[in-house]
């Protein structure tokens, strides 16, 4: 999940698709890349207690040692971001292979835990607000790319630039990523601005665009505080409703893709 504007529901999104696809029984891996935590912190992880995506990502530490299980989602893990991963922009720098340092990490972890007969479903890589190493790293190790978008004028514009680095990363880096998944959030149906954009993505995206749009919701600002996601806060609420919904139509694109026996 990606976008460099902040601000667009992007980490909000990344704990409350994750934590619904959990809930449905699918097992999800979320991978907290932001240096500001609020993934790690959505699900109750103490930061300054554990290792995280910093040590994986500059010091070669194995995903398995830095993943945590989620309390209450069984089929949930999260490797979070520590204090440090602020570094890791500057520190990833003179690295070689900089940019596949992520990808290594994780194509390794996945490996043992599908030869356990663990295999997961979806990994979610939460990204920061920018367009850096870390965010770099990300697309590298993805194969597919879900862009929240905030009903605003100012994140079409956002939109035009994300794509041009994603074609540049699928030029150079990564031919696999591809856009396949757009989320309207913050949207607010009373304002002719937030119309206005979803009908621009409707037009533009309509394969991409899942047209089930989040609304402004306080229980979904509010369940962070609590260490908690809103599935799990106040899961009769709108945006939880709607999240549970984006989930299913999320899986319900990429049920062919995934047997019985993968998901058993």
Same mark, same amino acid.
């Not at 667009?8 to 979320?30: D, P, Y």
């Not at 912190?41 to 040590?55: H, P």
């Given at each position: 999940?990606?976008?460099?504007k902040g601000?667009?529901?992007?980490?909000t999104s990344?704990?409350?698709i994750g /934590?619904a #696809?959990?809930?449905? @029984?699918l097992?999800? %891996?979320? !991978?907290?890349l932001?240096?500001q935590?609020? &993934?790690?912190?959505?699900f109750?992880v103490?930061?300054?207690?554990?290792?995280?995506?910093y040590?994986v990502?500059i010091?070669?530490?194995?995903?398995?040692e /830095?993943? #945590?299980?989620?309390? @209450?989602?069984?089929? %949930?893990? !999260?490797?979070?971001?520590?204090?440090?991963? &602020?570094?890791?922009?500057v520190e990833?720098?003179?690295l070689?292979a900089?940019?596949l340092?992520?990808?290594?990490?994780?194509t390794?972890?996945?490996?043992?835990a599908?030869?356990?007969?663990?295999?997961?479903?979806?990994v979610? !890589?939460?990204?920061?607000p920018?367009?850096?190493?870390?965010?770099?790293?990300?697309l590298?190790a993805a194969d597919?790319l879900?862009?929240?978008?905030q009903c605003?004028?100012?994140?079409?514009?956002g939109l035009t630039l994300?794509l041009?680095t994603v074609?540049?990363?699928?030029?150079?880096?990564?031919q696999n990523?591809?856009l396949?998944?757009?989320?309207l959030t913050?949207?607010?149906?009373r304002?002719?601005?937030?119309?206005?954009v979803?009908?621009e993505i409707?037009?533009h995206?309509p394969?991409?665009?899942?047209?089930?749009?989040i609304?402004r919701?306080?229980?979904?600002?509010?369940?962070?505080?609590?260490?908690?996601?809103?599935?799990?806060?106040?899961p009769?609420?709108?945006?939880?409703e709607?999240?549970?919904?984006?989930?299913?139509?999320?899986?319900?694109?990429?049920?062919?893709?995934i047997?019985?026996?993968?998901?058993?």
């Amino acid at each position: 999940m990606a976008n460099q504007k902040g601000g667009v529901g992007k980490t909000t999104s990344a704990v409350n698709i994750g /934590a619904a #696809l959990a809930m449905g @029984g699918l097992r999800t %891996l979320v !991978i907290d890349l932001d240096p500001q935590g609020n &993934a790690s912190t959505a699900f109750g992880v103490q930061r300054d207690e554990v290792q995280g995506m910093y040590e994986v990502i500059i010091k070669d530490l194995p995903i398995k040692e /830095a993943a #945590l299980k989620v309390p @209450g989602y069984p089929a %949930l893990e !999260i490797i979070p971001a520590t204090q440090s991963l &602020a570094n890791a922009e500057v520190e990833l720098v003179p690295l070689v292979a900089r940019e596949l340092r992520l990808k290594r990490a994780l194509t390794n972890y996945l490996n043992e835990a599908a030869a356990r007969g663990e295999r997961f479903d979806y990994v979610i !890589i939460d990204c920061p607000p920018s367009l850096g190493l870390l965010t770099i790293n990300a697309l590298v190790a993805a194969d597919e790319l879900l862009i929240p978008i905030q009903c605003e004028y100012y994140s079409l514009e956002g939109l035009t630039l994300l794509l041009h680095t994603v074609t540049l990363i699928v030029e150079h880096l990564n031919q696999n990523l591809k856009l396949t998944t757009i989320v309207l959030t913050m949207y607010d149906g009373r304002t002719r601005l937030a119309n206005d954009v979803a009908e621009e993505i409707r037009k533009h995206y309509p394969n991409e665009l899942i047209d089930i749009p989040i609304p402004r919701a306080v229980r979904v600002s509010e369940a962070p505080s609590y260490g908690q996601t809103v599935m799990t806060y106040d899961p009769g609420s709108n945006g939880a409703e709607a999240y549970g919904q984006v989930a299913r139509e999320i899986a319900r694109r990429g049920a062919p893709t995934i047997t019985s026996a993968e998901v058993g």
